[in-house]
């Protein structure tokens, strides 16, 4: 079984900076694609970012230039950088990761129970 762990969600005024990070243990042989993705209360959870393990990246348009994806694949985490964060930012966060348990396995997809990010006006 593999269990992803995300910290550093919080209070935050709108400006501010918050950084979160996930990280992945258990049965892991590799980890393909990680990611963040946000659910506000009344919406659809929605995709933040992902970074695939050779570190391209994509981002919704609505957070382009002020968040920041990251991964340690040494370490099997994930780390999202909030900069300039806006009252719309405010959501629970959840990381995603695309794990193969073992080299025979192809990947599959868990998520972590989430991190809320509150951002005051």
């Known amino acids: 079984q593999v269990q992803l762990v995300e910290s550093g969600g919080g209070l935050v005024q709108a400006g501010g900076s918050l950084r979160l990070s996930c990280t992945a243990s258990?049965?892991?042989?590799?980890?393909?694609?990680m990611g963040w993705y946000r659910q506000a209360p009344g919406k659809q959870r929605e995709l933040v970012a992902y970074?695939?393990?050779?570190?391209?990246?994509n981002y919704a348009d609505s957070v382009k230039g002020r968040f920041t994806i990251s991964r340690d694949n040494a370490k099997n985490t994930v780390t999202l950088q909030m900069n300039s964060l806006k009252p719309e930012d405010t959501a629970v966060y959840y990381c995603k990761a695309d794990v193969r348990p073992s080299p025979l396995t192809t990947a599959r997809t868990y998520w972590g129970e989430g991190t809320l990010v509150t951002v005051s006006s």
């Open positions: 970074i695939t393990r050779d570190v391209n990246t």
């Open positions: 258990g049965r892991i042989f590799s980890i393909n694609d």
